[in-house]
Nanobody
Framework: QVQLAESGGGLVQPGGSLRLSCEAS????????VRWFRQAPGKEREAIAC????????????SYSDAVKGRFTASRDNSKNTVYLQMRSLKPEDTAVYYC??????????????????WGQGTQVTVSS
């Protein structure tokens, strides 16, 4: 069973950048997609980015919510069993706890009805001057 662990959060000024990591243990991420979520205080959790599997020869695109499109980039390093979220041009409204999640049957970002049984513990991102 896969365990996920996020890292890389912290305090950054508006306009700054951070790179979050989602490292897996217990199982490989090679064949699964990973979705990034965030939850701000008093708000519902929202899906913001997705990194599809890159194994198998078929290209699947990343996906991003409108709130982060053009500023955030999801990527992965299968040799490190890690998925990344590069965040640029950060805004105060990006302040939230960021989570990564996956499901054994999840391999491309436009799949529906994904249960996400596997979550990391979250990492806090605070954007403030």
């Amino acid at each position: 069973q896969v365990q996920l662990a996020e890292s890389g959060g912290g305090l950054v000024q508006p306009g700054g950048s951070l790179r979050l990591s989602c490292e897996a243990s217990g199982s490989t991420l090679d064949y699964v997609a990973v979705r990034w979520f965030r939850q701000a205080p008093g708000k519902e959790r929202e899906a913001i980015a997705c990194s599809p599997t890159t194994t198998g020869g078929t290209y699947y695109p990343d996906s991003y919510s409108d709130a982060v499109k053009g500023r955030f980039t999801a990527s992965r390093d299968n040799s490190k069993n890690t998925v990344y979220l590069q965040m640029r041009s950060l805004k105060p409204e990006d302040t939230a706890v960021y989570y990564c999640a996956t499901d054994p049957g999840f391999y491309k970002c436009d799949q529906e009805y994904i249960n996400y049984p596997h979550w990391g513990q979250g990492t806090q991102v605070t954007v403030s001057s």
